[in-house]
């Protein structure tokens, strides 16, 4: 963005950019001045600076403050899958009341409805999409020449690639215009929402004092006698994120299903579970909660479950695009199949709380060389920050599955490092 309008226009531009390590999922906050006089000097942006402020991913929402850097008068620009005329009534609402004040002009739309009907990533590809919303209203260029400079730097940059990624590309420009809404607000904030802590309130006090004030983004607040002296810091963090970035989750049909064991062995983020357990430990499941009597002479009495945690999947897809369980009568159905999240993920919060409960299977009696008795072993590497689809930390979980607590990582930097030992939380457990 800041690119493209200090290559191609006369305006100046600087940017100073925060960012967290996820590898997929991110938290980067872009701080970018543009002026028609040279800037001399690098900063962030303070609080009541912003004249435009957008938000990529919807669940920033609840997350985070968005508007604290705000001015009076501000853009909000929002990715959204919500209805214009419904966005308001998603929103907290302190947020609401923000807006309110400041007199904030809203702006939504729904970049990966957008990336998906014209090709781009499977969906997920939305930053050509946001960049040109962000020119259509942000006063920063007209918005003709915005557009004009928008399909320049493609050109520049994807016309090696081939005219389709260029044309791709070019309908999404054209089409983020048709999808962009500004929304209208009430006089008076009305939303019964509430901003999320960083990671629940049952999380370990370290969990919740240090590490959810540096996941809020705030840990220059953090005095130095707040950090471990030793440089230690607690294992197993990375589950109390709850960073729920998936678009879609795994759908599990109990009665196709195989018990290959395929799911969990390719899951890049340990997302998805096997467990066996009798029928009298069914008795306090939710409603809705699956499973099926576990195949083999071995298992004899047990039933078994692959469950999803639906806050730590990432959506890759993976597990759907292996499993081997196709339904004779519709062979697009399989045993896992990929639905839109908000279909599933309250049902399957109350499963995984559930799930969570069951004792481990007995190390002892695992056949490892059969994966539906391996997987049923507990990883001690989970939901970190890798990339999705990643084909490195699957390899890593299976190490901590079968060798268990007694193994020694030595990591030096690469990908490696940044999911696997970079705070504020870690994946090992």
């Known amino acids: 963005m800041a690119g493209s309008v200090g290559e191609e226009t006369d305006q100046f531009v600087q940017g100073y950019f925060v960012y967290d390590s996820k590898k997929a999922g991110a938290v980067t906050v872009s701080h970018l001045r543009f002026s028609p006089r040279p800037i001399r000097s690098s900063y962030l942006i303070e609080d009541g600076e912003a004249s435009f402020i957008g938000c990529h991913q919807p669940q920033f929402v609840d997350r985070f403050n968005l508007l604290e850097k705000a001015a009076r008068g501000a853009v909000f620009l929002l990715n959204t899958d919500e209805a214009p005329e419904k966005v308001w009534q998603t929103l907290p609402r302190s947020m609401q009341e923000e807006m309110l004040e400041k007199d904030i002009k809203l702006w939504v739309i ?32 007209t918005r003709e020449e915005a557009i004009e400079k928008i399909k320049n730097a493609v050109e520049k940059t994807y016309g090696r690639k081939g005219r389709k990624i260029v044309q791709r ?16 607000l009430p006089d008076a904030a009305d939303s019964d929402i509430e901003f999320q802590p960083p990671v629940p309130a049952e999380a370990p006090d370290f969990v919740r004092t240090i590490t959810a004030t540096l996941i809020a983004g705030k840990g220059d607040e953090l005095p130095v006698s707040a950090i471990p002296a030793d440089g230690s810091w607690p294992l197993g963090t990375a589950a109390w994120e709850k960073r729920s970035i998936a678009l879609e ?15 969990p062995f390719v899951c890049p983020h340990s997302a998805i579970r096997s467990k066996v357990f009798t029928e009298d430990e069914l008795k306090d499941a939710p ?31 993976i597990c759907a695009d292996v499993c081997p369980a196709r339904d004779k009568t519709n062979v697009g159905h399989k045993s896992l199949d990929m639905v839109p999240k908000d279909e599933i993920i309250e049902q399957n919060r109350r499963n995984w709380a559930f799930f969570e409960q069951l004792r481990e299977y007995d190390r002892e009696k695992i056949a490892w060389p059969k994966m539906k008795s391996a997987m049923l072993s507990q990883p001690l590497f989970e939901f970190s920050g890798a990339c999705l689809g990643c084909g490195e930390t699957p390899y890593i979980r299976l190490a901590t599955q079968m060798f268990g607590d007694r193994m020694l990582v030595a990591n030096a930097t690469g990908c490696s490092s940044i999911y696997g030992g970079n705070l504020p939380t870690t994946p090992y457990t």
Not at 169 to 184: G, K, P, Q, R, Y
């Open 110 to 141: 729904n970049a990966y409805a957008v990336a998906k009907a014209t090709g781009m990533g499977m969906g997920r590809r939305i930053n050509t999409i946001m960049q040109t919303c962000f020119f259509a209203i942000s006063g920063v260029l």
């Open 169 to 184: 590309n070019f309908d999404a420009i054209n089409a983020s215009l048709a999808a962009l809404h500004e929304v209208t």
């Open 249 to 263: 989750l795994p759908k599990w049909d109990a009665e196709l299903c195989i018990e290959c064991g395929k799911c």
């Open 287 to 317: 409603e809705g909660f699956l499973s099926r009597p576990m195949k083999g002479k071995e298992f004899a009495g047990l039933h078994v479950a692959y469950q999803v945690a639906p806050d730590d999947c990432t959506g890759c897809g």
